[in-house]
């Protein structure tokens, strides 16, 4: 008659009645424990359980029918360490601790104490299963008994590789091309995670995983190219020794991958009767034949596109239904399964037109003095166009990448290589107390240009406020010029500026200064004594400068007239 065992939780352990403790069975790695009335281990266990850790203290009894003297407990487990390597057996007693790996004494702790005793053996474990017991005995008055044990981690010591993953399965699914490899997990201790390898059938490994995980699954999306790819998985540990591959594992993959995009080229065609156009490619790889698409500008309006023809070579000679019609071409390629990538506007090519590349990073800053600096780069062969062929769209308040009227350029441009590249760099003027919007143009003519750069910003501060009671006095041949001084804190210094004023000559404009002289004078000024003589009539603008030299225009400054001396 069979007798069942009976299992109750206590304290996190898994105990067993008095009358099941010899059918204890513990799960592997936890240990069995087992209680004896004696220190020889003799006879039939007081009490059977299952112990998940070796971490005791025990003041008196450890349990019912146990003296608090004079007892002993022994812990067995055998467990699977994978492939082995170093470990650090560590044991704590008060009382006496033995472990022994296989039945062979590792550690002797074997003598009575009235403190903790404790030992650390490195110990190194050949692969496979093998048996740990650690017996314990308590000779008198409170009982302590601890033991781990560790791998041994650093690179350095442990040289020992895990085992190969084993029972690798995939499987895959042609309607999502989706492949899924599993496998059993490693018993190592020291185990880190998994490494999964992907190739084309035929090809070496990548030293690259295709993927690292802690799971023992990962799914992937292989190229669907209709080909043969191998999966192979690899454990490591945590000192970065990498197992052996597992059996390879192999998927066909559905063909939805169509050929690369064609790069096709336009030339005059060679026919003497008929005005012609040569569109040309190089093979496309895995291409069974190619379709050619034109799109033309006739009495006033584009085409949809139209198909030229269907050809499996590299070329086609098209026939032009009107002539000087502006024209575009795109070629795509199709592979046997039908596959196919649709031509994009990068693609098309054209015989009477050239679009630069466009600036793609340009960077925008302010720089002070009412200039900002703007940088971008374009590829070394953009030299169809001249490099200062460079203009500005530039919108105040509101961005815009229409044209500027009149066309707005940098007031410096100078560029310098980088690699394959160009990098430009171009101070232009700003509206100070304004967000300034730009768009980089490169630009020759309407048929050899570069499309707008994206609009970029900056926020330039607002100038100063200008200074106000600006007059002069002159005793004929010096000036002295006094003003309020401006109600703006941020008031660096003035610009005193002699010269002549030219109004504005249309509403759209503004007028404009020609400086003679300029004299910088402190922001804490308010008078000053023009050092130069007064020799014809002459304008004057005084202008509040911030500490970046932010200021307003002269247009924006108060100003004034001085009479030319009278002769005596």
């Known amino acids: 008659m069979a007798t069942a065992v009976v299992m109750a939780a206590v304290g996190g352990l898994l105990t067993a009645s008095a009358s099941a403790s010899a059918a204890t069975s513990c799960t592997s790695p936890v240990f069995k424990r ?24 025990w003041p008196g009894a450890p349990a019912k029918g146990l003296p608090k003297d004079n007892f002993g407990v022994r812990w067995t487990v055998t467990r699977d360490f994978g492939s082995g390597g170093p470990f650090a057996f560590s044991a704590e007693a008060r009382g006496g601790i033995r472990v022994y790996l296989d039945g062979v004494r590792k550690v002797n702790l074997w003598k009575k104490v009235s403190k903790a005793q404790k030992q650390t053996v490195n110990v190194t474990i050949p692969k496979g299963k093998h048996a740990l017991r650690i017996d314990f005995v308590n000779w008198t008055g409170p009982a302590n008994a601890k033991f781990t044990y560790t791998p041994r981690t650093a690179a350095g010591v442990d040289k020992v590789k895990p085992l190969a993953p084993s029972s690798p399965v995939v499987t895959y699914d042609k309607a999502t091309g989706k492949a899924k490899i599993t496998w059993s997990k490693n018993k190592e201790m020291d185990l880190a995670g998994y490494r999964v390898y992907r190739r084309l059938q035929g090809q070496s490994f990548p030293s690259k995983p295709l993927a690292t995980t802690a799971s023992t699954s990962y799914t992937d999306i292989p190229p669907a190219t209709g080909s043969t790819y191998d999966y192979q998985v690899r454990a490591y540990d945590k000192a970065g020794n990498e197992s052996p591959g597992s059996a390879l594992k192999s998927v066909v993959t559905v063909d939805k991958t169509p050929p690369a995009r064609v790069a096709a080229t336009v030339a005059m065609g060679t026919d003497r009767a008929r005005e012609s156009y040569v569109v040309s490619w190089k093979p496309v790889a895995d291409a069974s034949r190619y379709r050619v698409l034109h799109h033309l500008f006739v009495d006033g309006h584009w085409e949809p596109w139209s198909e030229v023809a269907t050809t499996t070579g590299t070329s086609v000679t098209d026939y032009v239904p009107a002539t000087g019609a502006p024209v575009w071409y795109r070629v795509e390629a199709y592979d046997a399964a039908g596959n196919v990538a649709p031509a994009q506007t990068g693609d098309e090519v054209s015989i009477n037109a050239y679009w630069a590349p466009r600036a ?17 780069t374009l590829p070394k062969d953009t030299f169809a166009l001249w490099w200062d062929e460079v203009r500005l769209l530039r919108s105040v308040g509101t961005p815009s990448s229409e044209e500027t009227t009149p066309p707005q350029y940098c007031t410096s441009l100078k560029y310098v290589a980088e690699g394959d ?86 509403p759209n404009e503004e007028g404009w200064f020609y400086t003679y002289l300029t004299a910088n004078i402190p922001g804490d000024t308010t008078s000053i004594r023009w050092r130069y003589l007064l020799t014809q009539e002459t304008d ?4 509040a400068v911030a500490k970046d030299g932010t200021k307003l225009s002269a247009s924006q400054s108060p100003r004034l007239r001085m009479s030319a001396p009278t002769a005596g």
Request: aromatic share 12%; charged share 15%; with cysteine.
């Open 421 to 506: 590249r160009f990098r430009f760099r171009c101070i232009a003027a700003v509206t100070p107390g304004e967000t300034n919007f730009f768009a980089v143009e490169p630009y020759h003519s309407k048929s050899l240009r570069a499309l707008p750069s994206a609009i970029v910003s900056v926020v330039v501060p607002a100038a100063p406020m200008p200074a106000t009671d600006f007059t002069g006095v002159t005793d004929g041949q010096r000036v002295d010029f006094s003003w309020t001084a401006s109600a703006s804190a941020d008031v660096d210094h003035y610009e005193l500026l002699s010269g002549v004023w030219h109004p504005a000559t249309s």
């Open 360 to 376: 793609t990073d340009v960077t925008v800053s302010y720089q002070g003095d009412n200039h900002a600096l703007l940088q971008w």
């Open 540 to 543: 004057f603008v005084l202008i």
């Open 34 to 57: 087992e209680f004896f009335a004696n220190t020889a281990f003799s006879g039939t266990p007081k009490k059977t359980d299952c112990d998940s850790a070796i971490n005791e203290s």
